[in-house]
């Protein structure tokens, strides 16, 4: 199927790192997000990717083609569908253990049915559900990857949600989930903004140490500097003086507001 082919848009972004994205209001656009971003960090011994979006076609096959016979460690951001639905393709999934418990149940999705996209009807065929992988394995803040020339570091990010976490490579690269990103933000209840507002000090920590690292977060804008921590801290911290133009949004069932540089949903 010509869709299927051309749904992943894959883009080598350097030697050893690829940007796989899905057009995730395709899929639903009433979740305010364009793009969900994966991404495959390919080092001389082993590969490792990061997310597998909704799984609405098998992405399996696209990470093969890429990594050839090079041994792959999946790894989830957090439990959320968008970042797990091609969790059934692989034997093993690392998620932190925070949210392993979610990540090892069958997740039901029928919350998609009502999309104004015809497409997701493609996920009758699992009867709109996810199974969970065979095999999940529990990680913590410092857990690390060897890939051969790439280490990749885990950073326990919560906030986004409690087992958020973020990866930080031994090149500089700073993979941030859904902890921070452009667009429309989804953030907890305010009572636990520190939470998160201390995840996002602790990423904006790692600057002082190198400048120069990029951002990949895990919707919209990608390879995106530290600015981006910075204007969503302020923003964070200014939600009261904007709190008056909040509209309720009936389906995420939450609160929306704007200001220059985000959309946030709480
Ligand atoms: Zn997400």
Redesign the pocket.
Known sequence: MREAEEWYDVIRIKDYLYIIRERLDEIDPRYLTKF?NLYLLIGTKKALLIDTGTGLYPLKPKIKELIEEKELIVINTHS?F??RGGNEEFDEIYIHKSELGDASLIFDISFLKDSPKKRVKLFEQRNFKYQPPHTLHPLKDGDEFDLGDITVKVIHTPGHSVGSISLLTNQKDLFTG?SAHFGAMYLPKKRNFPTLLSSLAKLLDLFQESDDIEIYP??EDFQVKKILLESLIKGINNIETIWDTKVKDKFLQAWILNDESFTYVI
């Open positions: 969900t959320h968008d970042h859904d895990s919707h």
